[in-house]
């Protein structure tokens, strides 16, 4: 049996309603559910993977992290047996709160923190202390080997708060002729250059660690989000991308290379739901060693930039 149902979500802040935030699309097809949630108009400060929480008619559920980037996102799932009366919730910072319920969902729903068992059953869901009411990022189920580390994010702008676009900095040739004199050891990633070369893609060649992503001629450059130094300024808010920080911080490096056009790549596993993401952060493209994308395949997911 085939059933269908939109249920439009609002968003709330301490209470008030602020407006509409996206809608969120139940598909009931015999014993299965499929969820999608499209959200918008969400404020453009609030990024990162927050908690799903769905109450099925009998008990609140918590699901994988839906991602907000943008003042928007997307987010799907599928889950075993027909929901009914569903209800959405989820909590972000600073007091925001994304709600939404079918008209056929009851009225007095006890909130996600504030459930507790009835007579003889055991306890579902602890209540929250106020250090757990804050909203907490999830990671991506394991099996993926993408864990996303939100909290990291901060941490990176404030360690290399020098590489953001509004702060003006050396050029890339000044830099490399200092560090042909200065007595100063290479970074892990970096080699020390000869000298200034005229052509840009041939002093960074040089002056970082190459490698071969696909084990054929291509020949990429290891680099870290403090070296976007050497891209345009039109690209340096990728310092902060979400997407492209949890694979660094995953792998410890993002690739830079030239085939024809210039593409940066951040390395992660292949899997739909990731391509869904890496698309919404601008990475439109997924590369692998034989070409072929499949499900749970190392590659890199790409976009293509300038020098």
């Known amino acids: 049996m085939y059933r269908k149902e939109i249920i439009y979500v609002g968003l709330h802040q301490n209470g008030s309603r602020l407006g509409t935030a996206g809608f969120l699309k139940v598909e009931n097809v015999d014993a299965q559910s499929k969820l ?23 008990d609140w559920k918590e699901i994988e992290g839906a991602a907000v980037e943008n003042g928007c996102g997307l987010w799907e799932a ?64 394991e099996a993926e080997k ?42 892990r990633n970096r080699l020390q250059p000869a000298c200034v070369k005229e052509d840009k893609w041939e002093q960074i060649l040089s002056s970082y660690e190459q490698i071969h992503p696909y084990g054929d001629e291509r020949v990429y450059v290891k680099i870290e989000p403090k070296d976007f130094i050497i891209l345009p300024s039109q690209y340096q808010h ?21 085939e024809g056009d210039y593409y940066l790549g951040v390395p992660g596993v292949f899997y739909q739901r990731e391509k869904m993401v890496a698309l919404m952060f601008g990475f439109e493209a997924f590369e692998c060693e034989d070409g072929v994308a499949e499900e749970g395949k190392f590659g890199y997911y790409l976009r293509k930039v300038e020098l």
């Open 36 to 58: 999608f949630l499209k959200l918008q108009n969400i404020p453009h400060a609030i990024n990162g993977r927050f908690p799903v929480r769905i109450y099925n008619g009998t």
């Open 238 to 258: 990728l310092v902060n991308n979400s997407f492209l920080l949890h694979g660094f911080y995953n792998y410890r490096y993002v690739i830079l290379g030239k």
């Open 146 to 187: 993408l864990p996303y580390r939100e909290q990291k994010k901060e941490q990176m702008t404030a360690q290399h708060h020098e590489w953001r676009p509004e702060q003006k900095s050396a050029s890339l040739d000044r830099q490399r002729a200092e560090s042909c004199t200065a007595a100063k050891l290479p970074d």
């Open 78 to 141: 599928r889950i075993d047996g027909g929901l009914e009366k569903v209800r959405l919730q989820i909590i972000l910072p600073d007091g925001y709160l994304i709600e939404g319920q079918s008209k056929a969902a009851e009225q007095n729903v006890p909130s996600y923190r504030e459930r507790t068992p009835e007579a003889g059953e055991a306890p579902r869901m602890e209540r929250m202390s106020e250090a757990q009411e804050a909203p907490r990022m999830e990671r991506i189920p």
